[in-house]
């Protein structure tokens, strides 16, 4: 991990956030489709997709969001839950448990463990609220990627599922 990720202050998120959050989304959109992967977001900038900028305040007013700085400049955003988003086939879990419905980072400080210090953030406020499960979803097309960066940050994978064309991934992390 780069030294740099010591900079990072993790806050809570804000109304305040929706442009920077927003330009972190587009930004993903456009490194995603640079790379072939046209799949999993599409190729439209969120903020053009409809309902995209209203579900970015949603999170900033109705989820618990946090904010990665670096130099007081957002580089990084996660989104937590009580449970999975009512538009995806995931049931809850059946006990307690904290759910990440979003996490993105600055593109331009990809590879300096961002997501990584997000992740564990979530993993302590989690513990912190006495709960002992953290589960998140993603994308599981392409090579797998995303699927073994959640891997490699504690999570198990648990079930895949099929929302409409887009193959996707449960994955849980216990907490002690």
Same mark, same amino acid.
């Given at each position: 991990?780069?030294?740099? %990720? /010591?900079?990072?202050?993790? !806050?809570?998120?804000?109304?305040? +956030?929706?442009? *920077?959050? =927003?330009?972190?989304?587009?930004?993903?959109?456009?490194?995603?489709?640079?790379?072939?992967?046209?799949?999993?977001?599409?190729?439209?900038?969120?903020?053009?997709? &409809?309902?995209?900028?209203?579900?970015? +305040?949603?999170? =900033?007013?109705?989820?618990?969001?946090?904010?990665?700085?670096?130099?007081?400049?957002?580089?990084?955003?996660?989104?937590?839950?009580?449970? &999975?988003?009512?538009?995806? &086939?995931?049931?809850?879990?059946?006990?307690?448990?904290?759910?990440?419905?979003?996490?993105?980072? +600055? !593109?331009? /400080?990809?590879?300096?463990?961002?997501?990584?210090?997000?992740?564990?953030?979530?993993?302590?406020?989690?513990?912190?609220?006495?709960?002992? =499960?953290?589960?998140? +979803?993603?994308?599981?097309?392409?090579?797998?990627?995303?699927? *073994? @960066?959640?891997?490699?940050?504690? @999570? %198990?994978?648990?079930?895949? @599922?099929?929302?409409?064309?887009? &193959?996707?991934?449960?994955?849980?992390?216990?907490?002690?």
């Amino acid at each position: 991990m780069n030294d740099t %990720t /010591h900079e990072l202050r993790i !806050r809570p998120g804000v109304p305040a +956030d929706a442009p *920077a959050v =927003l330009d972190m989304l587009d930004a993903a959109v456009a490194w995603m489709n640079a790379r072939g992967n046209t799949e999993q977001w599409g190729t439209t900038p969120y903020s053009q997709k &409809p309902g995209g900028a209203a579900r970015v +305040d949603r999170y =900033l007013t109705e989820n618990t969001p946090y904010v990665a700085e670096s130099a007081g400049v957002p580089v990084g955003a996660m989104v937590l839950d009580s449970g &999975p988003s009512p538009q995806m &086939p995931i049931a809850p879990a059946g006990e307690p448990e904290r759910y990440v419905r979003l996490l993105v980072s +600055d !593109r331009r /400080h990809a590879g300096l463990g961002i997501g990584a210090a997000l992740l564990a953030h979530a993993a302590e406020e989690t513990r912190r609220a006495g709960v002992g =499960l953290l589960r998140v +979803d993603c994308w599981a097309g392409g090579g797998g990627e995303l699927v *073994a @960066f959640y891997e490699r940050n504690g @999570f %198990t994978r648990t079930e895949p @599922f099929l929302s409409d064309d887009w &193959p996707g991934q449960v994955l849980a992390r216990r907490l002690g």
